[in-house]
């Protein structure tokens, strides 16, 4: 798959606004163009992209970041198509809306190996968020579609708020007390999805994980109670 590589040229020394990157538009624009959008610094205010990371590759559907964003907020904003891989972690809001925006994610596939911060995926409207670390606090608040996949733990409030939207857990959460235990099962789509990341993106799903059992929670109850958060049923538990 033909794209971008973003590689880090020193670590960040502030909190970088990094929206701009993926909005529309993104995946024809060679490296040059690319690197002339521009991003935002907590202190320096606007920043050319290019003078963050050394960007190399083709016009392609991925885009690939390399380093330690864990200082980067808004990584996958206003994704609505194609793949943007982290080969790291991310800070604030990653695949959420960005400032001003009403939507999160639309479309495409963000893919963190790494750790993600709060409120990763709020409001996202479609699209897959898949966090091979930890997330932080408020994952996936106020969803209204899409999945979220976590295969660490994940913060307080997670799935807070959500309308439709699937938050899939394969280690510890605490689920709100605004949802309510549906049932426990194998969904074959999840079995489908989580494969599909395994393949197509290298993401690391446990033989365990992938033939296991999942309890399902229904919610939030708080909004209009549609969707879900799935959390992975250990075998010393089953």
């Known amino acids: 798959m033909s794209g971008l590589l973003l590689a880090l040229r020193a670590p960040l ?28 610094g907590l202190r320096s205010g606007a920043i050319a992209a290019g ?16 380093g330690d964003l864990a200082l980067a907020d808004h990584v996958g904003a206003g994704l609505d198509a194609g793949t943007v891989h982290v080969r790291g972690s991310v800070g604030a809001r990653a695949g959420a809306a960005a400032p001003g925006a009403k939507r999160g994610m639309t479309g495409g596939a963000l893919v963190v190996f790494g750790d993600a911060g709060p409120e990763a995926g709020a409001s ?20 209204l ?16 708020f959500s309308k439709r939207g699937s938050l899939v857990a394969f280690g510890d959460v605490t ?6 235990h549906a049932c426990t099962y194998q969904p074959q789509v999840l079995r489908l999805l989580l494969a599909h990341l395994r393949s197509a993106h290298g993401f690391a799903v446990p033989g365990a994980v992938f ?13 209009s109670g549609k969707g879900e958060i799935l959390t992975h049923v250990r075998p010393e538990a089953a």
Do not use: K, N
């Open 13 to 40: 020394a502030e909190r970088v606004d990094l929206a701009a990157l993926t909005a529309p538009g993104w995946q024809a624009l060679d490296a040059a163009a690319l690197g002339a959008r521009v991003v935002r």
């Open 51 to 66: 003078d963050l990371f050394t960007i190399r590759g083709a016009p392609g559907p991925l885009l690939t970041l390399e």
């Open 124 to 143: 996202m409207r479609r699209g897959c968020l898949a966090i091979a670390g930890r997330a932080g606090p408020a994952a996936g608040l106020a969803m």
């Open 145 to 160: 579609a899409g999945t979220i996949v976590v295969a660490g733990a994940v913060g307080e409030d997670g799935g807070r």
């Open 175 to 180: 689920i709100p007390g605004t949802y309510r």
């Open 211 to 223: 033939d296991g059992r999942w309890e399902r929670w229904s919610g939030d109850l708080a909004e």
